[in-house]
């Protein structure tokens, strides 16, 4: 099993594919199982998905103080474990935070950036309605997968829901099998609900593409046109009738636009 060591963690990763380095960072509460309709872009790129500490083949120590920083920290120390000097990265959603703190605080590591159905948060930030923000908190009172399904329905449009009922039970059940340690949840929370960098994210100068689905209802789309408009060299993609899980629910379309970035 390919594992590396890190500041006390040890960090599971799979890399697939040959050319330039390409991180895929995943989620809130989510590991590598995250990025299955993903393979296509190994036929261009060296992949590399992980589980962030805390989540699936990544333990956690219990008293471990985690925060976006290190969370952004796991990232450079795994490209310093493979011996990547630099790297291409896409971070969706929760993953967006960490790769955008990635480029603001290693720049020099970074090649261009890949920023899927994320926000840079901030007093422009467009929240997701209140039913959506409260089945983030777990209840102890359901059972996990109940509270998993609830949480991830709505990340799909209600077409696909109906139409591939399979896909988004696939998507659950990989979630359910892939434990998240509640150290890891509730740090990843604290930080999906704090998370800021509005005010700094012009100063990344990387290519940057920004995508998103204009029927996203966990980070509606406007905060990728805030992204966009705020960041140096930002190309903006939205794809129409895409969710939150657009790198699921449209992954050939969105498999397509991320190589075409890369490659150009």
Not at 32 to 53: E, F, M
Not at 128 to 139: H, M, P, Q, V, W
Not at 214 to 238: E, F, G, T, Y
């Amino acid at each position: 099993m390919p594992i590396i060591d890190t500041a006390g963690a040890t960090i599971y990763y799979e890399a697939a594919g040959l050319g330039d380095p390409l991180v895929l960072i995943p989620g809130f509460a989510s590991g590598a199982w995250s990025w299955s309709w993903q393979a296509d872009l190994a036929k261009g790129s060296r992949v590399i998905t992980y589980d962030p500490r805390g989540i699936g083949r990544s333990p956690v120590a219990a008293a471990v103080q985690l925060s976006i920083k290190t969370f952004t920290e796991d990232v450079l120390n795994l490209l310093d474990a493979l011996e990547i000097e630099k790297a291409n990265i896409l971070g969706a959603s929760f993953g967006g935070f960490v790769a955008q703190e990635f480029a603001l605080r290693f720049p020099e590591r970074l090649g261009k950036l890949v920023l899927a159905c994320t926000t840079a948060g901030g007093k422009n930030h467009v929240s997701a309605e209140i039913e959506i923000l409260r089945s983030f908190t777990r209840d102890l009172n359901r059972p996990l997968g109940e509270q998993i399904r609830h949480f991830f329905r709505p990340a799909f449009t209600g077409k696909f829901n109906a139409e591939h009922a399979d896909v988004v039970e696939q998507v659950c059940a990989l979630r359910e099998e892939n434990d998240v340690s509640e150290t890891t949840y509730l740090a990843q929370l604290q930080t999906a609900f704090s998370f800021d960098v509005e005010d700094r994210i012009g100063e990344i100068g990387h290519e940057t593409l920004v995508i998103t689905g204009d029927d996203d209802k966990l980070v509606p789309m406007q905060n990728s046109l805030n992204l966009a408009a705020r960041l140096q060299r930002a190309k903006l993609r939205i794809i129409e009738h895409g969710s939150h899980m657009i790198f699921v629910e449209n992954a050939a379309e969105f498999n397509n636009i991320v190589s075409d970035f890369i490659r150009s």
